[in-house]
């Protein structure tokens, strides 16, 4: 996490970021448990979700999913996960941490803005019993 906030960030995470960022990963997780799945999470909230074909790249910003809490609606770019999967990232390994990373906003809305993606990242490794910080995988894409 600390090379991606670096390059994210031009300056080290520091430690009290660090802890937040942790305690509102455990906070969605808690929020989470209360639940059978991410996607039961998604559905008791009303919101539907889809993998679109449209394209993910819109004027030079590469997006990876929408999630539109008016709309209810939570989009994930096909085009996205083909991008990011590997043979060491199989596609629906792919899908379920953009999955889960969407439903940490969900989940903590008020996130404070500073740590918020950061947060949402670990969270989705947590959820996915991922061993990295799936931040770094758009650090190769852009």
Same mark, same amino acid.
């Given at each position: 996490?600390?090379?991606?906030?670096?390059l994210?960030?031009r300056?080290?995470l520091?430690?009290?970021?660090?802890?937040?960022?942790?305690?509102?990963?455990?906070?969605?997780? &808690? %929020?989470l %448990? &209360?639940?059978?799945?991410?996607?039961?999470?998604?559905?008791?909230?009303?919101?539907?979700?889809?993998?679109?074909q449209?394209?993910?790249?819109? %004027?030079?910003?590469?997006? @990876?999913? &929408?999630?539109?809490?008016?709309?209810?609606?939570?989009?994930i770019?096909?085009?996205?996960?083909?991008?990011?999967?590997?043979?060491?990232?199989? @596609?629906?390994?792919?899908e379920?941490v953009?999955?889960?990373?969407?439903?940490?906003?969900?989940?903590?809305?008020h996130?404070?803005?500073a740590?918020?993606?950061a947060a949402?990242?670990?969270?989705?490794a947590?959820?996915?019993?991922?061993?990295?910080?799936?931040?770094?995988?758009?650090?190769s894409?852009?």
């Open positions: 996490m600390q090379t991606w906030w670096r994210r960030r300056k080290d520091s430690v009290g970021q660090f802890d937040q960022v942790r305690q509102w990963a455990d906070r969605a997780q &808690q %929020a %448990a &209360q639940f059978g799945s991410l996607e039961d999470c998604l559905e008791r909230s009303g919101i539907h979700w889809q993998i679109s449209s394209p993910h790249i819109v %004027a030079g910003v590469r997006m @990876r999913a &929408q999630l539109d809490l008016n709309a209810k609606r939570l989009t770019y096909a085009g996205a996960l083909a991008e990011l999967q590997s043979e060491q990232r199989p @596609r629906k390994m792919v379920r953009i999955l889960s990373h969407e439903v940490f906003h969900l989940l903590c809305p996130c404070p803005g740590i918020q993606e949402a990242h670990w969270f989705a947590n959820v996915t019993g991922l061993a990295e910080f799936p931040g770094i995988w758009d650090l894409t852009e």
